[in-house]
């Protein structure tokens, strides 16, 4: 079955980068999109953007764009997700998830926590 | 950007209650809409997608309706592992966005 597997747990410093992974398997890796949200602690769910691993087409939540970048690698299943110029503000749990060409979610990684703290 | 908004939170009920959670979206998402549950430390799971389409395995005490600008969730018999808190999202138009949640508590 459909499974995403994520990276560990991140603490980094305000101006600092991250790079989070994730891991697909048990499907084609090309037949569904790769979206990213985040949940800040104790709060509801925030979409970063969408990455197509058939084409590498994007599209960036207004938000986050010329901070975030998506990107796909095909040899290895695997979709990462890089966010520049952290502060405070971005710490939370990030979550990778498939999503079908209507962009209805279908499956959910377990979520990498990201603590920006100095 | 469509805003989704969501009510009530916190909603506080008994085993064995009618929960009902709204979701109003502000413009017309026809039936793009999924539910989702959440518990504590755990991704979200999918319950109803296409507004009220149940997916597999999940409960048929757990139901969506609605289509346009409308939505409702319900739970027809509380039970105690339903203690989570619920999400609304639609998926018409990037960006996708969702509702702020409903904590559902046992009173």
């Known amino acids: 079955q459909v499974q995403l597997e994520q990276s560990g747990t991140e603490v980094k410093k305000p101006g600092a980068s991250v790079k989070v992974s994730c891991k697909a398997s048990?499907?084609?890796?090309?037949?569904?999109?790769i979206i990213w949200v985040r949940q800040a602690p104790g709060q509801g769910l925030e979409w970063l953007g969408w990455?197509?691993?058939?084409?590498?087409?994007?599209n960036y939540a207004q938000k986050f764009r010329g901070r975030v970048s998506m990107t796909t690698d095909t040899s290895t299943s695997s979709a990462y997700m890089e966010l520049k110029s952290l502060t405070s503000d971005d710490t939370g749990i990030y979550y990778c998830?498939?999503?079908?060409?209507?962009?209805?979610?279908?499956?959910w990684g377990q979520g990498t926590l990201v603590t920006v703290s100095s | 950007d469509i805003q989704m908004t969501q009510s009530p939170s916190p909603l506080s009920a008994s085993v064995g209650d009618r929960v009902t959670i709204t979701c109003q979206a502000s413009q017309d998402i026809s039936n793009s809409l999924t539910w989702y549950q959440q518990k504590p430390g755990k991704a979200p799971e999918l319950l109803i997608y296409?507004?009220?389409i149940l997916d597999a395995g999940v409960p048929s005490r757990f139901r969506g309706s609605g289509s346009g600008t409308d939505f409702t969730f319900t739970i027809s018999d509380l039970q105690p592992e339903d203690i989570a808190t619920y999400f609304c999202?639609?998926?018409?138009?990037?960006?996708?966005?969702f509702g702020g949640g409903t904590k559902v508590e046992l009173k």
């Open positions: 048990g499907y084609s890796f090309t037949t569904f999109g």
């Open positions: 998830a498939t999503c079908y060409s209507s962009f209805l979610i279908s499956n």
């Open positions: 990455i197509s691993p058939y084409n590498g087409n994007t």
């Open positions: 296409d507004a009220s």
């Open positions: 999202q639609q998926y018409d138009s990037l960006p996708l966005t």
